[in-house]
């Protein structure tokens, strides 16, 4: 975008050639800021454009091809509290096209959540300035002030997303930020605890319907989205397996049910009677995320675990403790639901048969 217009964007390795053709364009000019030669960004002159080049450099056209497949599957997006918000002077909401490009995109509700604080964020930082005139110079700028405040990777990585979004997505400029630099990734190894700390937990556990999501969580490996959106029907219990329907890249999978489980499953449903989703408040409607993650640290803390305990956490002991019993690591892949063996091998790094057979120097 410059001086409020849409323009092509030409980055090239300095050649005579293409130097020569892009003089020939119509009315192309140089950009000291993008270090780039542009033209209006016309259907018609991306017509000329690429009959230019044609059968003498490759043109990565992907950028312009907008009209992708959307993601008709996800759970339904509800972006209407954000527009119901009072709107107070100091505070700039979120674009309406950016909400509206959220929603027709059909991300997760928890994904529109982050984009929309992160994006506020960003221009609420730069209130007295209008969000076209902002540059790739401001958002370092901005990022180098949340650096400052020593916020982690990830925090960091969601800034850079939100506010991608809204110049590459929602007005459609292609690579705006390409050359925006992006923190190191952390390699962190997953934490797990003991089995005999996980047994303890569920022992400690006095309400049966907390129980059962402790069991659940471990006992198949769950995400903690994946629990609070599990219907009654989706525990097979002749085929003792658990359906998980639009888990995390909105894939389904089936995973482990185990015995002990569905003897106190079975006395649950008995007990509570739910109508829709396997686990419901006390209003009705799914069960909360935050309240799984109270029950599990509280179950944690009474059963004396001394490290935090998060539902990730029995998820990433399940792993673990497949592997030490010796299940073959694809099996843990397809049981998890890992779009890839690579992130299922982070367990090696913390099964202890991986250490077991190794004679420690000192002995």
């Known amino acids: ?24 364009l119509p009315d192309p000019k140089w950009s000291k800021r ?23 450099v490759w043109i990565n056209y992907n950028r312009f091809l907008t009209n992708k497949p959307i993601n008709l599957n996800n759970e339904h997006v509800d972006v209407s ?48 300035r209008e969000i076209a005139t902002l540059d790739e110079s401001d958002v370092r700028l901005y990022l180098q002030t949340l650096i400052q405040k020593n916020v982690s990777n990830s925090y960091l990585n969601q800034a850079i997303n939100a506010i991608k979004f809204y110049y590459e997505v929602v007005l459609g400029m292609p690579n705006r930020f390409y050359d925006i630099e992006r923190p190191r990734k952390e ?21 049966l319907k907390h129980r059962c999501i402790i069991q659940l969580l471990y006992g198949s490996g769950l995400r903690r989205s ?66 799984v993650l109270n029950l599990v640290k509280k179950a944690a803390k009474d059963a004396g675990v001394v490290q935090t305990v998060t539902p990730h956490t029995l998820r990433h002991s399940f792993a673990t403790h497949l592997l030490e019993s010796g299940v073959d690591l694809r099996q843990i892949q397809v049981l998890l639901g890992h779009g ?24």
């Open 81 to 128: 509290w954000f527009r119901r918000r009072q709107r107070t002077a100091e505070y700039r909401l979120c674009p309406e096209e950016y909400l509206l490009k959220l929603e027709l995109k059909r991300y997760a509700n928890s994904t529109v959540k982050t984009y929309v604080q992160f994006f506020e964020m960003f221009i609420n930082h730069y209130k007295d």
């Open 1 to 24: 975008m410059i001086d409020g217009q849409k323009m092509i964007g030409i980055k090239f390795t300095p050649d005579k050639l293409i130097q020569g053709l892009i003089k020939g």
């Open 340 to 363: 890839s063996s690579k992130t299922t091998e982070i367990y090696t790094h913390v099964a202890t048969n991986t250490f077991i057979s190794i004679k420690n120097p000192l002995d």
């Open 226 to 291: 994946e629990l609070v959106h599990l219907k009654i029907g989706d525990i097979d219990s002749k085929r003792m397996l658990v359906r998980v329907e639009g888990g995390k890249g909105n894939k389904d999978r089936y995973t482990l049910l185990s015995k002990t489980a569905l003897v106190d499953l079975r006395a649950y449903y008995r007990q509570w009677s739910p109508k829709s989703f396997l686990f419901e408040g006390i209003r009705g409607g799914r069960y909360s995320p935050e309240s």
């Open 187 to 207: 390699s962190k190894l997953p934490k797990v605890i003991s089995k005999e700390e996980v047994i303890s937990m569920i022992n400690c556990t006095d309400n």
């Open 34 to 56: 993008h270090k780039m030669a542009y033209i209006l960004n016309t259907k018609e002159n991306l017509g000329i454009l690429f009959n230019t080049f044609k059968g003498v």
